[in-house]
C-alpha cells in the first residue's frame, strides 16, 4: 500500500534535515527521503566544521538571515542538549579595494554590526598563526566561529524525529510524478504520496528537477588539514575563522578541531564542473600542492605534514546566490539549492523558509534576491 505524508523532503543533508523539523515541528505529517547515510561525506554537508560569520561580503541581503540563523542554531542547542556552533571571532581579508574587505565593510555598515579594522600587523601580532602581506587589511568581527556539519544533521533529524517525522536513509529517488491531489515519489524502495514535494538534494537536484539543469551545477571541492609547526597558534581560542582575497582567489579557514591539522580551502578550488555520480573522490597531489602553497605563503607555520585531505561538492548557480521557492510550472514542490559554496551556515534559517513556502508560498523573511524566477 502506497504511503501518504502531508510533505515528502528529498535529500536531508544540512538543508532537508532542517527543512524537516521545522515542518514536523508544525505538526505536519513529513517523510524525508535520502539517498545516502544520515550523515554522509558524499555531497555538502561534511567536513567536521563549517564557517559561520555574520558579514557577508556576498551581498548585505545575506546578514538578517545569518542573524536569525544564529538564533536557531542555539535554539537547537538547547533542544537537543548538542554543542553545534562554536565562537572563535571571524577575519574577512585582503587588499584595499578588494571584493572580500569591501564588501564585509559593506556589510556592517548596512546593519550596524560590531567590528574593527585591523593592519595586517595588527593582524599577525594578535593571531600568531597568520601571516598576512603588508598591504592588506581585515575586518575582524567578534561573532564568527564555526559549525559542526554532522552533528547539525544528526540535532536536526533528532529534533525531527521527536516532532514525528520519518527519515529514511540509503533510498535513492528514481522519480516524482504529479497528481492531482498531490504528488507520488519512486524511490529505490518504495512508492510515497503527498500533499507537497521538498527537494533539497544538493548536487543532484538537477537531475530530479530537469529546469535545474545549469542553475545547479556541481562542482568538484577539495579540503586540507595541516599539522601546524606552532599547533596552540591555531587553537580555538587564538585563531579566528578567516575569508581571504589572496591573489590567486578567495580561501577561508579554521582553527584545529577534532582532527590535528589546520583546515582551510580555496572556493571553486580547480574549478571542476563535475557529475555527483560520476567523478574521482580522491584528492589529487595536484590538489595538495594547490593548497600547501597557500599555507606556505599566508600561514607557515600551519603549513606542516598533511593530516587529511577530503573532496566534497559545491552546487553553484550563475550568480553564486541560493535558489529558494517554487519553481514556475511546479506549484506542488518547493526547492533549495544552488547554496554556491557558502550554504552551510544558513541550514537552520533555509528550514524556516522552506517550511514556511511549502505552507504557504510565502515567508516573513527577505528572500527576493533567490527567487528561481530571476533565471527565466
Not at 581579508?93 to 556589510?107: D, F, M, N, R
Not at 598563526?129 to 544528526?154: K, M, S, T
Not at 595538495?288 to 566534497?312: H, I, K, N, V, W
Request: negative net charge; proline residues 7%; hydrophobic residues 35%.
Amino acid at each position: 500500500m502506497t504511503q501518504r505524508h502531508d510533505v515528502i523532503v528529498v535529500g536531508v543533508g544540512g538543508m532537508g534535515a532542517a527543512t524537516a523539523y521545522h515542518l514536523a515541528e508544525r505538526g505536519l505529517d513529513v517523510l524525508g527521503v535520502e539517498r545516502y547515510d544520515v550523515p554522509h561525506a558524499m555531497g555538502s554537508s561534511h567536513g567536521i566544521s563549517r564557517i559561520i560569520r555574520k558579514p557577508q561580503y556576498e551581498d548585505p541581503a545575506y546578514v538578517p538571515l545569518v542573524e536569525r540563523a544564529y538564533d536557531l542554531w542555539r535554539d537547537l542547542e538547547a533542544k537537543t542538549g548538542r554543542d553545534l556552533l562554536f565562537i572563535t571571532g571571524g577575519i574577512d581579508a585582503g587588499p584595499p579595494g578588494s571584493e572580500v574587505l569591501e564588501g564585509s565593510l559593506e556589510s556592517c555598515a548596512a546593519h550596524d554590526l560590531e567590528h574593527e579594522v585591523l593592519s595586517a600587523e595588527t593582524v599577525n601580532e594578535r593571531f600568531p598563526g597568520y601571516d598576512l602581506p603588508a598591504d592588506h587589511r581585515a575586518v575582524y568581527q567578534p561573532d564568527g566561529g564555526f559549525l559542526v556539519p554532522e552533528r547539525c544533521i544528526v540535532a536536526h533529524v533528532e529534533a525531527a524525529h521527536a516532532a514525528g517525522a520519518t527519515i529514511r536513509a540509503r533510498e535513492p529517488v528514481h522519480e516524482y510524478r504529479h497528481l492531482d491531489d498531490g504528488v507520488r515519489v519512486e524511490t529505490s524502495k518504495g512508492t510515497y504520496e503527498a500533499d507537497r514535494l521538498v527537494v533539497t538534494a544538493g548536487a543532484w537536484a538537477a537531475k530530479l528537477l530537469p529546469a535545474l539543469e545549469g542553475l545547479a551545477v556541481p562542482e568538484r571541492q577539495v579540503l586540507a588539514w595541516l599539522q601546524p609547526t606552532e599547533p596552540t597558534a591555531f587553537d580555538a581560542d587564538r585563531f579566528p575563522v578567516f575569508i581571504h582575497e589572496a591573489d590567486d582567489g578567495h580561501y577561508y579557514g579554521f582553527p584545529r578541531h577534532d582532527v590535528p591539522g589546520f583546515k582551510f580551502g580555496k572556493f571553486n578550488h580547480r574549478e571542476e564542473t563535475v557529475d555527483p555520480d560520476g567523478f574521482d573522490r580522491d584528492p589529487e597531489p595536484a590538489d595538495e600542492e594547490l593548497l600547501r602553497s597557500y599555507a606556505d605563503r599566508y600561514f607557515p607555520t600551519g603549513a606542516g605534514p598533511t593530516m587529511q585531505l577530503t573532496t566534497c561538492l559545491f552546487t553553484n548557480t550563475p550568480d553564486n546566490h541560493f535558489i529558494l521557492g517554487r519553481l514556475p510550472d511546479e506549484p506542488r514542490v518547493t526547492v533549495g539549492a544552488g547554496f554556491s559554496g557558502h550554504g552551510f551556515k544558513f541550514a537552520s534559517v533555509i528550514g524556516e523558509i522552506l517550511a514556511d513556502l511549502t505552507i504557504t508560498g510565502e515567508t516573513d523573511h527577505e528572500i527576493g534576491l533567490f527567487d528561481p524566477a530571476r533565471f527565466g
